[in-house]
């Protein structure tokens, strides 16, 4: 079967050419791999607006992909373990093994989300414990990376003894299936748009795939300073065994502003040409983080005002977990439905907050202060009744939870 690639710089009709053929091969089952479900649900928006409603093919993403495969190929798919049990086995891995270079880290509480990370990393480099202690057999002054291999190799055994797996496990199962059986794909076409690189694993799906069925890579590349980066992918893909390459020119017309098209085609180049505005693009100058946030806020109404959508519009910052909030509350007031992707310690909200108050209340400071912090959480009491309980907390010197929790049943 071919891997067919397509190539070439942003606003170059590389999606339209993918969207055309995706539907062209309905009838065959075809699957559309992309980058993040935030893309996922765009190529489906673009599909449904350009041909109604689809039946036939599916969109997601790699893991997705790695999950159809397994199904058809019939490999074993064991539960999947959750993250916070992950980084508690890399706990317990870390206390088996007993690093001593590492013994510092291994004490920090960031220690097992970094550690997973690393592992993550790691497997989707296809790489096993075997194949990190050899490496770090292999090296001089390595015992860094040797307890780190022993670290890997215990959280694996710890992991498998449980009989847990994780995505990267049923992506090594479904690429050893199909490669054992390639006809249980059914050769259904496989379409892969918008990524910059592909993990080792990925790029061995795709070569395993490409004997199965035929391929379609569409990524954005270009030999100028500012797509560099992307001729290492194209090599790779190249290295598979590319049956065909099409190369895609810069359209103006695919994209709604002038201004933009000529600064992409411009980006990175050492005398860029002058560029005429013409509205796409506002600089806003503000003096602080909440000023910034509002004229942002009064920029988005005006969009909306103008009609258009909210789900189009998207706000980046830096850190979102810790300005997004920021945001969220100053949207809020100009009648703005936000959602805030960002990561937020349950500490800072406010069910959590109740959570842990009533969790200290019942099983380590077990006083009557954490439950009355509890009770002044959202929905948990009206503020008179918390009132009177924090009034007979102080009138009868209660100090622990289990002196104030009847006076409250009584109340």
């Known amino acids: 079967m071919p891997l067919n690639l397509i190539h070439g710089p942003p606003n170059s009709g590389r999606a339209g050419i993918v969207r055309r053929q995706f539907t062209e091969e309905l009838a065959r089952s075809p699957v559309a791999v992309l980058p993040t479900l935030d893309d996922v649900f765009a190529f489906e928006r673009e599909l449904c607006r350009e041909e109604g409603a689809l039946l036939g093919g599916a ?33 317990v891995a870390a206390a088996r093994v007993k690093p001593r270079i590492l013994a510092r880290s291994a004490a920090r509480p960031g220690f097992a989300a970094a550690a997973a990370d690393l592992v993550a990393e790691l497997q989707a480099a296809m790489l096993d414990p075997a194949s990190v202690e050899a490496a770090a057999s292999s090296l001089e002054d390595s015992a860094y990376l040797g307890e780190l291999a022993a670290i890997y190799r215990a959280y694996s055994e710890l992991r498998d003894s449980r009989g847990l797996g994780d995505r990267h496990l049923l992506a090594w199962a479904a690429i050893a299936a199909l490669r054992e059986d390639p006809d249980s794909w059914k050769a259904r076409p496989v379409f892969l748009y918008g990524f910059d690189d592909l993990t080792r694993e990925q790029l061995e799906l795709v070569a395993v795939l490409s004997g199965a069925a035929p391929i379609t890579v569409a990524l954005s590349y270009e030999d100028r300073p500012a797509l560099a980066a992307r001729a290492t992918l194209l090599a790779e893909l190249r290295e598979i065994g590319a049956a065909s390459e099409q190369t895609t020119e810069p359209d103006p017309g695919n994209t709604d ?155």
Request: net charge negative; aromatic share 4%.
């Open 59 to 91: 969109v997601q993403t790699f893991d997705g992909l790695f999950e159809e495969v397994a199904a058809a190929a019939g490999a074993p798919c064991p539960p999947r373990i959750r993250r916070d049990q992950s980084e508690r086995l890399l706990r």
């Open 257 to 411: 502003s002038p201004m933009l098209y000529e600064i992409e085609r411009g980006f990175g180049n050492r005398d860029p040409a002058p560029v005429g505005p013409d509205g796409s693009l506002v600089m806003l100058r503000c003096a602080g983080e909440r000023p910034e946030a509002e004229a942002i806020g009064a920029e988005v109404a005006r969009l909306l005002a103008a009609g258009e959508e909210p789900d189009g519009i998207a706000i980046a910052v830096r850190d979102p977990a810790r300005r997004g909030r920021l945001f969220r509350e100053v949207l809020e007031p100009f009648g703005i439905p936000v959602a805030l992707e960002a990561d937020v310690p349950v500490s800072e909200t406010a069910t959590g907050t109740a959570l842990l108050a009533l969790l200290r209340a019942a099983f380590t400071s077990r006083s009557a202060a954490d439950l009355l912090a509890h009770l002044r959480a959202p929905r948990r009491g009206s503020p008179g009744d918390v009132d009177w309980l924090e009034r007979e907390i102080l009138r009868r010197r209660l100090r622990s939870a289990d002196q104030a929790a009847p006076a409250w049943e009584v109340k």
